[in-house]
């Protein structure tokens, strides 16, 4: 071929001579330029602000800002988002933990809620007058005298709260081996050795009408129980109920419109060593009629020669249909229907009882008696738990603190009914000038009290826990707080979701079609400039 001056000659370029494009049309993958990730959310980032309607996004579209004053709008979304996120946490966070309140509703009636239950205890569980007589009727084992043994028995104590000083092992061998002999339970001694309801209950009023102390009446009526102090005495006291049982319920108030008594602390007054409370009085607590008598209950102190005024103010609390529909976590509390199988009756104290004793029976191996039993269920080995002996109480009392912080996770109930009580304290310094035929029943010696429990007002205070955060108010204020900081609503959440899922990879798979036609125009062009040389020769 010969050159003509003037003419421009193109210098042939083979497209072996491109690493990329060494295959003729880049139909190799491996070779062939990847979209990266980074590219796919950039595009899919340009494209939302161009489409949606989110406020300030319109200054993140392409060539709309740049330099400071992008880096001024990125800054002010940044932090709004943050915002707008940390009020969603916190909105979440109190749903869940805090999505009811208590509030007063109106005021009801006193006949709508149970007279509370009264027990009534002596600090002293082994009283020393009732331990001569009770050495003078047993035997002794070997080695045993009366003194040895009449020191010994406040070792029972023991069982109930820390006593004055640490137990002695001997002193426990020798009151279990004297019990063991004379066939005796510690129960069995307790009552015979504490005080019952017939040392100190003299007389009893209700509503101003004398009634018998101790009557075949299931409200009107003291019985023997125990609690944390030993053995007690109680009225109107009925725990564990099943089925419907419809507790004591009372139309008068006031002090003379309850329970009114005369006691005596005679002869059981500074008598016994085997209690953590040295007092010459009787300790009082109130609750709830169908619970035990626990620590938590208000405790009043009825100290001898005084007459003791107890006025006691019910609280009824009750949860709404929507409250009951949450959770027990959520709602902070528990009904019977909670449970499989469900439980008749539920209460607190019962459970944290419950939960305690099985803590003993794990740890010490034996049931103490203070402590109500287990209905009618085997321990693992198929047999009821044995009954704890004197030398338990050493471990009882090893593990006193650890009983006392077991974290038994028991819930109030969704409906009850509790008591506050105030107190007020008079002597008998006016006695012979009332006109009262009630102070007509004793003399009011130095060794005898009088007592009042009685309910305060007519009407009883009643609280109603509802919902403050539900669904619906939840989705409200999650509306509102991206609404306040970003101009967002549900449709925008939809939007984000549509881009996530759907967008996304179609702006990948554009991405994609794109560099592979702009592969495919530079592989055309550089063929047509190789074949370019043979025709320029052909010519």
Known sequence: MNHQPGNFIPRPVRVS???????????????????????????????YALMTKVNGMYYMRRN?????????????????FSLGVLLVVLLWKKY???????????????????????????????????AVKFVEKIKFPLGATKANVLESLPSLGYFNEHQWTFPRSQN??????????????VEDAINELGSICEDFIVVCYWAGTKFPCFQNNPFLSWIGSTSHYGACCSFNYHPSVQGSFVPFAVNTYGIHGGLSVVATGFPQASDGKSGALYSEGFMLMIHHPHDYAVEAAPLTLLRLGTETFVSVTPTDSRCSEQVLGLPPSQ?????????????????????????????????????????????????????????????????????YYMFKKTDCKCLPSC????????????????????INKFYKETNLTNFEFIFHVYLANQVVAANRRIVVVSWINLLANLGGVFSLCLGMSIISLFEVLFYLFFRIPRIHQQLQQQQRESEVKVVAAFTRLQTFPAQAQHQ
């Open 64 to 80: 709309v800002t740049t330099g400071f004053a992008r880096f001024v709008w990125v800054t002010i979304l940044s932090t709004l």
């Open 17 to 47: 001579q491109l690493g990329h494009l060494r295959n003729g049309d880049g139909s190799n993958p491996s070779q062939r330029r990847k979209v990266t990730a980074w590219a796919v959310l950039r595009e899919t980032f340009y494209d």
């Open 172 to 185: 426990l061998k020798m009151i279990d081996n004297v019990l063991t002999l004379n066939n005796l339970t």
């Open 415 to 434: 409906s009850d009914v509790t008591y506050k009580t105030s107190t007020v304290v008079t002597d008998f310094s006016a006695h012979n000038y009332s």
């Open 331 to 399: 709602r902070s509390c528990v009904t019977g229907k909670d449970f499989s199988p469900p439980i008749e009756n539920y209460r607190q104290p019962a459970c944290t009882l419950e939960c305690v004793r099985n803590e003993v029976h794990r740890k010490c191996g034996c049931h103490p008696y203070h402590l109500p039993r287990q209905s009618q269920q085997p321990t693992k080995a198929g047999k009821p738990m044995r009954d704890c002996t004197v030398t338990d109480s050493m471990c009882l009392i090893e593990n």
């Open 96 to 130: 869940l933990d805090s999505p009811t309140r208590m509030t007063i509703a109106s005021d009801m009636s006193i006949l709508q809620v149970p007279f509370p239950g009264i027990t009534i205890c002596h600090p002293q569980s082994v009283l020393d007058y009732k």
